[in-house]
């Protein structure tokens, strides 16, 4: 039986659509988590310096969407051609673009710039965001890309819950009824359902 | 024929590793270079207000490594397995990481704390990715993945062209022999020869 270890901080993140897929193909994984404490000396032996990671049988992999649409095509949630492929990948690159937007904000180190920024973040940037996810999400069958579930779906599902937590408004996704269907039923796909049950709590 | 429309901003940046791909594939293309004050008026009407996008026959293609990726099967770039395909998407999700820190600086609006960024980004950011790529094309065979020419380094060279514009340090590549090998060694393939010596002047 293949073995996966996931690397990542103690928090949803980036790691959580890692989680997800692999919660959905109903594969056991080590799930270990970083205290910010206990990353400054270790962050050298990660490649790039970064996390998550996953662990394949011992053999080191980075880069969550790589990781993601990699595990896809076992899981089944890849598309089926060349062209599937491109409208995922169009989507998540979106995606991550947002996320980027979210660890720019976090990463910037003067305390009243940072608060300035998050509020920039969650009422403007967001927002615009979150607007077009909706429109592709009507214009798709109530999917991001190809009609039918794929592994963006879950993407955007796992990042959306952090970015839920992040903002502080319970009431980020009011306004976008198809993203949030979309949310709630990748959140009760077999698998998923079960991991969001049993994970361990955190903010973000 | 196909069609081919890329559109950008009179610059190389997230647009070049498109336009080395369609050059390297022998194809034709619409090169449209936006003017930087013809911009804010037309954001709106392109997916999520970003370029490039690439029309292929019409339909509106955005985010430049999903377009490289799926180019990329055709060119004959991609990797021969989803294991080939995964080392190509983490080494190019790096390069990505770091494209974002230059986007982080460039998108600073106050001059000073701009041009702050910007030399901890030469000096200490860009270093320390430079030297991770260029141990890995070191145990790679002179390559960024699988031992074979890729995508990835037609991303990284179209790429690191861009940033020796924009850094103004024409030694940036020094002590990096094996990235440097590589540049040249795709800047020297038929097509992307051709390319850069007729394509217009841009500092990056």
Known sequence: MT???LTYFDLKGRGEPIRYILSYMG???EDVRIQRDKWPPIKKTFPFGRIPTLEI??????????ICRYLAIEAGLAGKS???NFEIDQVVGAIDDMVGEIGRVRRTEDPVLQQQ?????????VPRYLERFEKI??????YLANGRLSWADLYITAIGESLLGYSGKPNLYEGHPHLKALFEE???LPGIKEW????PISQF
């Open 137 to 142: 999400v009507e214009n798709n069958g109530g």
């Open 57 to 66: 049988d011992g053999k080191v992999f980075h880069q969550t969407a790589a």
């Open 82 to 84: 060349p062209l599937e």
């Open 196 to 199: 969001i049950k049993k994970r």
């Open 3 to 5: 073995k996966y270890k």
């Open 186 to 188: 990748v959140q009760s």
């Open 27 to 29: 594969k056991k994984f």
């Open 117 to 125: 920024l998050k509020e920039t973040l969650i009422n403007e940037i």
